[in-house]
């Protein structure tokens, strides 16, 4: 792998599986100093092995812990110019006629407000990077976004918020005369090992899974590899041109109907 | 080894701004570059841009408007390298004017190139970059240079918008037709913002033929004022996503539309 993203540092939140530890891999294999966040300490360590990645124990919704963890990474790292707003939740969620009010503020939590602490912070220590105020920050949304799902109601919203989120940190930086990038992305159905944990514990495996491949147009799941490869790409200075975008990765699921 | 080794790509309008700077690109990591055009072929310019990308490109005079042009590139292509990784439908002309003076020729002249060429370009090689596609892991790749002003208005631009408009749909569209069929080819659009190009720099003299600024230079200086980053972008810039969509890495991306535009459809 090309080392594009040689002498940078990034930051994953909710890294230690799925598509942030995906992004972990990708991010380091192309060069980049990574430092990632979540919970599951036995996951993360592996995971520090496997890549030379730094573990912060940390949760995204938490905004009194930020200042400590960035300090954490200042000391560190001496500097921020990726950072991936990874971290999201979907337990507990449901429609809007069955949704607890306790469970939407903790999904709304994590989803949106976590996002925006990760933007807040990325941001304050982006804007004072040595050589210059520069960086790229990406945001995980989904194609739910778009397409939201009537028993999701909490988890869609704040998807859906996050384009917004996006738009208004890129022109917030772009108005600052800042040279950092805010985008989001917005992933179809991607093959984590959650959703393959939901897969074999089905009655029906094979089933679950043709339903779960038959969501894209292209009749697969997106691999995490795939989903990292776009955070790499905007991640990089070849996308420097790139902000307040939002790019779906989705198998041309959003693309319209797939007919009858 | 490159990520594009052993790739064969077409690039159409590929002598000069974004066209060129994608196929310069294309070389650089290790394909085939077929550059088309409506130069001649013994034009100077042509050997002049032969020269510098070396043996891997080859030219093709073509008239994205005429599907002719089209088989006979198609022809050309299957003989001389038996294969079609990646097509970039990317010639097109601007047409501004109010609407009720737009003559009907100036309109159906920019849908001819910008809209007619895209499609005919898709139609004429969809066999060719279907076969090719199946021997490769992650299929072939056709990306359509749609604009900005595919995604939003602009005043005394109906013409091209209406054009790079139609270029963004047609893209979901077939995208979903290849998906559903089981064709190996994606599909997807790019949306610059303005470019230092060739074609802006004719746009601009036009304005300034009208009255509307004393030189180019200074509507140049508005237009980067009034992005969000503060620049234009350069073609090596768009040429960056072009890869990025020719490349593995973008294995599941098809219908897809990349905004590269510096926020200016962000506000």
Known sequence: MANRLEGKVALVTGGTSGIGAGAVRRLATEGARVAFTGSNTEAAEKLMRETGASFHPHRVESADTWPALMDTLKARYGRLDIAFANAGIEAGDGSVETITFENWNRLLSVNLTGVMLTCQHAVRMMRV???????????????????????????????GALIALAKSVAMHCANQGMKIRCNSIHPGVVETDMIRTVIERSPDPAAAR??????????RMARVEEIAALVAFLASDEAAFISGSEYGIDGASTAGMMGV | ???????????SGALRGIGLATAERYAAEGASVVLTDLTEPGDSSVK?????????????????????????AEKQTRSRHGRLDILVNNAGIDCTGAVDTLELSAWRKIMSINVDGVFL????????????????RFGSSVINISSIMGLVGYAE?????????????????????????????????????FVRTPLLEIGMRRWVEKGLAAKAQDLIDQIA?????????????????????????????????LVIDGGWTAH
């Open chain 2, 48 to 72: 002049q841009v032969l020269d510098h990308l070396g043996p891997a490109a080859s030219y093709q005079k073509l008239d994205v408007a005429n599907e002719s042009d089209w088989q006979a």
């Open chain 2, 1 to 11: 080894m490159k990520n594009l080794s052993g790739r064969v790509a077409l690039v």
């Open chain 1, 210 to 219: 043709a339903q779960f491949e038959a969501m894209a147009p292209l009749k």
């Open chain 2, 157 to 193: 631009t109906s013409a091209y918008n209406t054009g790079k408009g139609a270029v963004r749909l047609f893209t979901k569209s077939v995208a979903i037709e290849f998906a559903t069929k089981r064709i190996p080819i994606r599909v997807n659009s790019i949306h610059p913002g």
């Open chain 2, 225 to 257: 004022a009034a992005t969000p980053n503060g620049r234009l972008a350069e073609p090596a810039e768009i040429a960056g996503a072009a890869y990025f969509l020719a490349s593995d890495d973008s294995s599941y991306c098809t219908g897809s539309e």
């Open chain 1, 129 to 159: 990077n040595p050589g210059g105020s520069t960086g790229s920050i990406i945001l995980n949304s989904s194609m739910s976004a778009y397409r939201p799902m009537g028993n999701f109601v909490a988890y869609s919203t704040a998807k």
């Open chain 2, 121 to 136: 370009g898709t139609k004429t090689f969809t066999r060719l970059l279907g076969e090719t596609g199946r021997t490769t």
